[in-house]
């Protein structure tokens, strides 16, 4: 049974910083790519940063050079480090595990999310 687990959302300010965590199991996880996505209130669900088996990644404009996602295939989990957030990046994040290696592979599990509320 494949399971996608997120965790480390929470509330945070303006300016602050977040990892997010996200678990694999079920999977062949050092073969598999993994996707970071994000849903605000009233918005369709975009892309946020896509991570490959190999390690190359792919980010939206709106999180470049203040999102990084890295990957640890010993402990099955990829993470979101994110910093300079502001009010637009409020959001459930979700984990995505793809079909294929490559960060523009079709996503085939996800996870159920994690909110991120910036706040002051």
């Known amino acids: 049974q494949v399971q996608v687990v997120e965790s480390g959302g929470g509330l945070v300010q303006p300016g602050g910083s977040l990892r997010l965590s996200c678990t694999a199991s079920?999977?062949?996880?050092?073969?598999?790519?993994m996707g970071w996505y994000r849903q605000a209130p009233g918005k369709k669900r975009e892309l946020v940063a896509a991570i490959g088996s190999g390690g190359s990644t792919n980010y939206a404009d709106s999180v470049k050079g203040r999102f990084t996602v890295s990957r640890d295939n010993a402990k099955n989990t990829v993470y979101l480090q994110m910093n300079s957030l502001n009010a637009e990046d409020t959001a459930v994040y979700y984990c995505?595990?793809?079909?294929?290696?490559?960060?523009?592979?079709?996503?085939?599990?996800w996870g159920q999310g994690t909110q991120v509320t910036v706040s002051s």
């Open positions: 079920g999977i062949i996880f050092r073969l598999t790519a």
């Open positions: 995505t595990a793809k079909w294929g290696n490559t960060w523009s592979s079709e996503d085939r599990y």
